[in-house]
């Protein structure tokens, strides 16, 4: 069992950058896939970015390609999610999440085992 502590979250203006970070509460090392998923107000639940163990292959929705970047520390025990020229519509909470025992579905929600309560974004237009 780990517990995920996502921060960085805020208010930032379109065309701006945000990083977020999330914490585990004991080692992931290379055994877990670390992802990213947001869920706008009335919206499902959605697709981020995700990272391998090893932290050599990452994983992105089409939406946010070439915009966000997903990446590891295995040292602090964190993975961080750098997000660029953000756009009103990235606006949403933005969950953690943590999978053991990968499935080969890195985009589905019912793939990660363990999530973190969340951080809100706001993208001002």
């Known amino acids: 069992q780990i517990q995920l502590v996502e921060s960085g979250g805020g208010l930032v203006q379109a065309g701006n950058s945000l990083t977020l970070a999330c914490a585990g509460s004991?080692?992931?090392?290379?055994?877990?896939?670390m992802g990213w998923f947001r869920q706008a107000p009335g919206k499902e639940r959605e697709f981020v970015a995700a990272?391998?163990?090893?932290?050599?292959?990452?994983y992105y929705a089409d939406s946010v390609k070439d915009r966000f970047t997903i990446s590891k520390n295995n040292v602090n025990n964190k993975i961080y999610h750098q997000m660029n020229s953000l756009k009103p519509e990235d606006a949403a909470i933005y969950y953690c999440?943590?999978?053991?025992?990968?499935?080969?579905?890195?985009?589905?929600?019912?793939?990660?085992?363990?999530w973190g309560q969340g951080t809100q974004v706001t993208v001002s237009s």
């Open positions: 999440a943590a999978d053991r025992s990968y499935r080969g579905n890195y985009d589905r929600s019912t793939e990660y085992e363990y």
């Open positions: 004991k080692r992931t090392g290379s055994s877990y896939l």
């Open positions: 990272i391998s163990g090893s932290g050599s292959t990452t």
